[in-house]
């Protein structure tokens, strides 16, 4: 077994407003004007083969808020929770976190409770900390006396794993439910740290959470449920582990891509994927990934989505036109600008 361990670079992507439907504060009411079309919010009009999104439609619009303001956050989000983040498109990114997916997308809670712990958030430091593994800078005042090589080193009383290489690195969060309760950092025989418990037991499922013994008699655990996985017997490894559609699937660089009829996404060392045809939809690669639903009326990249009106965002979520006040967050509405599109600040 290895450990999850990828330090890599942001990858990019681009685009570009008439209200038709608001939705009234925080709680995802909707209020229609004019007879225009209307967006459900995304725990009501599931269709067969889907489940709920993530987040609601507004902690979507805060969790994208905090996606476009922090530059190392959607990579850190993909590595972590293998949500595809667009950080380019606005509303692609509320898309993938606030729209419904497939019904057998595993781990729904879990992930959703560290979505909205992002949503919350009110600092980039604040929002990379919900997550297990967050991409840093190797200028990030957080690495002043800490190892500077590919090895890392402990930090924070135990509490994390600092690698804070050039020009850039990760800490790892050892209190994050993606490891067993109690979790700590310590050093192997060959002085590496990680974030793991004692005594050592066997390679086991324990629900969704994979733990099993390293060598040097420390106890490494991963939340599989995290990433969308299952934790379960794999055949053709003749163990427990993190599995994708019943097998073990690896692979070696942050990408979100379309194969078939579902999107992919590898965070460094798994796959996982979100199936689009378990509800009739297909995996649109144009632009940055996504799975396009039937009866869709708009696209994320469409020439008048995200565009601001005022302080009134117009949007494309769920295939359908929407317009979101950003007053309701106490935000403002910014125009498309340095490659990223218009949306809530």
Same mark, same amino acid.
């Given at each position: 077994?290895?450990?999850?361990?990828? +330090?890599?670079?942001?990858?990019?992507?681009?685009?570009?407003?008439?209200?038709?439907?608001?939705?009234?504060?925080?709680?995802?009411?909707?209020?229609?004007? =004019?007879?225009?079309?209307? #967006?459900?919010?995304?725990?009501?009009?599931?269709?067969?083969?889907?489940?709920?999104?993530?987040?609601?439609?507004?902690? =979507?619009?805060?969790?994208?808020?905090?996606?476009?303001?922090?530059? *190392?956050?959607?990579?850190?989000?993909?590595?972590?929770?293998?949500?595809?983040?667009?950080?380019?498109?606005?509303?692609?990114?509320?898309?993938? +976190?606030?729209?419904?997916?497939?019904?057998?997308?595993?781990?729904?809670?879990?992930?959703?409770?560290?979505?909205?712990?992002?949503?919350?958030?009110?600092?980039?430091?604040?929002?990379?900390?919900?997550?297990?593994?967050?991409?840093?800078?190797?200028?990030?005042?957080?690495? #002043?006396?800490?190892?500077?090589?590919?090895?890392?080193?402990? =930090?924070?009383?135990?509490?994390?794993?600092?690698?804070? =290489?050039?020009?850039?690195?990760?800490?790892?969060?050892?209190?994050?439910?993606?490891?067993?309760?109690?979790?700590?950092?310590?050093?192997?025989?060959?002085?590496?740290?990680?974030?793991?418990?004692?005594?050592?037991?066997?390679?086991?499922?324990?629900?969704?959470?994979?733990?099993?013994?390293?060598?040097?008699?420390? *106890?490494?655990? *991963?939340?599989?449920?995290?990433?969308?996985?299952?934790?379960?017997?794999?055949?053709?490894?003749?163990?427990?582990?993190?599995?994708?559609?019943?097998?073990?699937?690896?692979?070696?660089?942050?990408?979100?891509?379309?194969?078939?009829?579902? +999107?992919?996404?590898?965070?460094?060392?798994?796959?996982?994927?979100?199936?689009?045809?378990?509800?009739?939809?297909?995996?649109?690669?144009?632009?940055?990934?996504?799975?396009?639903?039937?009866?869709?009326?708009?696209?994320?990249?469409?020439?008048?989505?995200?565009?601001?009106?005022?302080?009134?965002?117009?949007?494309?979520?769920?295939? *359908?036109?929407?317009?979101?006040?950003?007053?309701?967050?106490?935000?403002?509405?910014?125009?498309?600008?340095?490659?990223?599109?218009?949306?809530?600040?």
């Amino acid at each position: 077994m290895k450990l999850r361990v990828v +330090v890599l670079g942001i990858g990019s992507a681009i685009a570009l407003v008439a209200a038709c439907t608001v939705f009234d504060g925080l709680d995802g009411k909707v209020v229609t004007e =004019g007879g225009s079309d209307v #967006v459900v919010p995304n725990d009501a009009g599931l269709i067969q083969g889907e489940q709920p999104g993530y987040l609601s439609f507004a902690d =979507g619009v805060a969790f994208c808020s905090n996606v476009f303001a922090c530059p *190392q956050l959607a990579t850190s989000v993909e590595w972590s929770l293998d949500v595809p983040t667009d950080g380019n498109h606005f509303s692609s990114c509320v898309d993938w +976190v606030s729209g419904p997916l497939p019904k057998d997308r595993n781990g729904h809670d879990t992930t959703a409770a560290i979505l909205q712990c992002i949503a919350k958030a009110t600092s980039c430091t604040a929002a990379s900390a919900c997550l297990w593994q967050e991409q840093i800078l190797s200028t990030d005042p957080r690495c #002043v006396g800490k190892d500077a090589g590919k090895n890392g080193a402990c =930090g924070d009383d135990g509490g994390s794993v600092y690698f804070c =290489g050039t020009p850039t690195g990760s800490i790892v969060h050892c209190n994050n439910a993606f490891f067993t309760s109690g979790s700590t950092c310590l050093y192997d025989d060959a002085g590496l740290p990680w974030c793991v418990t004692l005594p050592c037991g066997a390679q086991q499922c324990l629900g969704d959470m994979l733990s099993y013994c390293g060598n040097d008699g420390l *106890q490494y655990s *991963q939340n599989c449920g995290m990433g969308g996985m299952t934790c379960g017997f794999d055949t053709k490894e003749g163990f427990d582990d993190c599995l994708t559609n019943g097998s073990r699937k690896t692979c070696n660089s942050l990408a979100v891509t379309c194969s078939g009829s579902t +999107v992919e996404i590898c965070d460094g060392y798994f796959v996982s994927d979100y199936d689009c045809a378990a509800y009739g939809g297909t995996c649109d690669q144009t632009g940055f990934p996504r799975c396009k639903r039937p009866n869709e009326s708009c696209t994320p990249l469409d020439g008048d989505v995200d565009v601001c009106t005022a302080n009134s965002l117009t949007m494309c979520v769920n295939g *359908q036109k929407s317009s979101f006040d950003c007053t309701t967050l106490g935000k403002t509405c910014a125009a498309a600008s340095g490659g990223q599109s218009g949306h809530c600040q």
